[in-house]
């Protein structure tokens, strides 16, 4: 009855103060995820360590996210969602200030492991939340909406951070992120409505194991898509201010701005992705990465050019921008109500294995091949992307019609 009475409420009044709440907490986690990047000189420099090894901490999260999400989420399988998302925000937090006071590399690492570890998690719970939250129809909205926290962290967050670690100093940037995060925990006990995750069995209705859930099959084969694209994208975007430096030859004081723009736009295409992901999820999809590909393409080719490079700087962070919320959307229309929290596991799973396997594949092809080589590596895997999508979608339409035959 307490479900029944759940869904009837998200259907008639829309949780827009839980979503902004999920979108804020996503705000400060992947502002602490990625601090590092914008801080890796200071850093360095007083830990005595090489800026590499700094770099290096980005991996060890995204590793530790990758190994540890899916195995925490099944453990976590029976807990309150509300309170597992304040209990990660906490961890999180923990980490944050462990490495704001770490007096060495090395524990630095293990601040960076816990809040990997806790990250991987929050995600998990979070990706699948909004779908809880909301009839199905309304899921790309509210995708959307909890989007948006990530998409600021990259165009605010990070960049606000670096400036308080300059300004102030690395330690206290991590600091004032882990306060943040323990204040964003409290609104979420406070306003982000309960949901009951589990589903009840109809009468007569069977349990089956989750690896015979038939929508099993659609999930795997979005891992795999979210694979091949991102990693294309981290292997040139890691590598963006340095070849917009030696290769595209901007003045260095120019590329905060033109990673602005990128961000910005970004937010365009995740507002754009919340009007179309509900209804055309595969073909906006594969339109979006259409066109990432053309502006890909465009760097590649007319680096020498600076206007066509700020041009296709802006149309790649639009349409790149809605991507990761229509493959969210996606994802969730495609897994059954019984393993969406599965689903998400492997949604973050997927994308931090990207964005190590990327960032690691970038770094090997630029010290053989040099900058100027990443865009089309880009491009490469773009193509193999679409394909692989337009493949792929055509065999699961084609095994739901064998399961469902239309009658004559």
């Known amino acids: 009855m307490a479900a029944r009475a759940t869904k009837t409420t998200t259907a008639s009044a829309f949780p827009l103060v839980g979503l902004l709440v999920l979108a804020g907490a996503i705000f400060v986690s ?30 060890i999260f995204a590793a530790t996210v990758v190994v540890s999400t899916t195995p925490l989420a ?17 961890v999180i937090a923990t980490g944050a200030v462990l490495a704001a006071v770490a007096p060495n590399y090395a524990v630095l690492v293990v601040a960076r492991v816990i809040g990997g570890l806790a990250h991987g998690l929050f995600w998990a719970v979070v990706g699948a939340y909004s779908a809880h939250l909301v009839p199905k129809h309304q899921i790309g909205r509210a995708v959307a909406i909890t989007s948006g926290g990530a998409t600021a962290a990259f165009v605010l967050g990070v960049p606000l951070g ?25 609104l979420v006990m406070r306003y ?37 694209i991102m990693t294309g994208q981290n292997v040139y975007y890691t590598y963006i201010a340095p070849w917009l430096i030696h290769t595209a030859s901007f003045d260095e004081s120019a590329i905060a701005l033109l990673l602005f723009l990128y ?72 897994a059954s109500a019984r393993i969406r929290d599965l689903a998400a596991a492997l949604f973050t ?60």
Do not use: Y
């Open 30 to 59: 992947v502002t602490s995820e990625f601090l590092p990047t914008g801080l890796l000189p200071d850093m360095a420099r007083e830990l005595k360590v090489s800026e590499s090894r700094i770099g290096l901490l980005i991996t």
């Open 74 to 90: 099944a453990l976590t399988r029976r807990f309150s969602r509300k309170s597992l998302v304040v209990v990660v925000l906490l």
């Open 162 to 186: 670096t400036a308080l670690g300059h300004a102030l100093g690395w330690r206290l940037a991590f600091a004032v992120i882990g306060g943040i995060i323990i204040v964003l925990a409290g």
């Open 192 to 228: 982000l409505p309960a949901v009951d995750h589990r589903v009840t069995l109809s009468t007569g209705e069977i349990a089956v194991p989750l690896g015979r859930d038939r929508s099993l099959p659609g999930v795997v084969v979005i891992c795999l898509v979210i694979v091949v």
């Open 263 to 334: 961000g910005g736009a970004g937010a365009v295409g995740l507002a754009l992705a919340g009007i179309v992901a509900d209804r055309f999820s595969r073909r906006g999809f594969v339109v979006a990465t259409g066109i990432v590909l053309v502006a890909v393409l465009a760097l590649a080719t007319m680096s020498g050019s600076p206007a066509v490079v700020i041009a296709a700087i802006v149309l790649w962070g639009i349409a790149f921008g809605g991507l990761p919320a229509m493959l969210q959307t996606r994802m969730l229309h495609t």
């Open 349 to 408: 799973t997927s994308f931090n294995l990207a964005i190590g396997g990327g960032a690691l594949v970038g770094g090997i092809l630029l010290d053989r091949f040099g900058l100027a080589s990443l865009p089309f590596i880009d491009l490469a895997f773009l193509v193999a992307g679409i394909v692989l999508s337009l493949v792929t979608d055509a065999w699961l339409t084609a095994r739901a019609n064998r399961a469902h035959p239309r009658r004559a």
